[in-house]
């Protein structure tokens, strides 16, 4: 079995930055594809980012695009999400997920097997 954990996530005003880490335990091997989703109230989860095992291939959400970049440091085993000039529709609880994957990038989150419990990432107006 494989753990991940989130963290990094917080409050920050418009504007302004965050990097989320997502960091692997367990089982772990190096053919794991990522990816973010993110989940607000009364809203149905979305994917964000999504990213290859060896970080070659990253697919990002229209609405994020320019904005957040997922990048990967497998000797750590450990996924960040930097998000950049963040709004207000940002708001969400931020979950990453995993799954064995040699090729690509996964997208839809019924793909993935392990899941992270969230953290929070709250962007005041």
């Not at 979305?46 to 990967?72: D, H, L, M, P, Q």
């Not at 040699?102 to 929070?120: D, I, N, V």
Request: net charge positive; aromatic share 10%; hydrophobic share 35%.
């Amino acid at each position: 079995q494989m753990q991940l954990v989130e963290s990094g996530g917080g409050l920050v005003q418009a504007g302004g930055s965050l990097r989320p880490s997502c960091a692997a335990s367990g089982r772990i091997t190096s053919s794991h594809a990522v990816g973010w989703f993110r989940q607000a109230p009364g809203k149905e989860r979305e994917s964000v980012a999504a990213i290859s095992w060896n970080g070659e291939t990253a697919n990002y959400a229209e609405c994020v695009k320019g904005r957040f970049t997922i990048s990967r440091d497998n000797m750590k085993h450990t996924v960040y999400l930097k998000m950049n000039s963040q709004n207000p529709e940002d708001t969400a609880v931020y979950h990453c997920a995993a799954a064995l994957y040699p090729s690509g990038a996964l997208w839809e989150p019924h793909m993935y097997s392990y899941w992270g419990r969230g953290t929070q990432v709250t962007v005041s107006s």
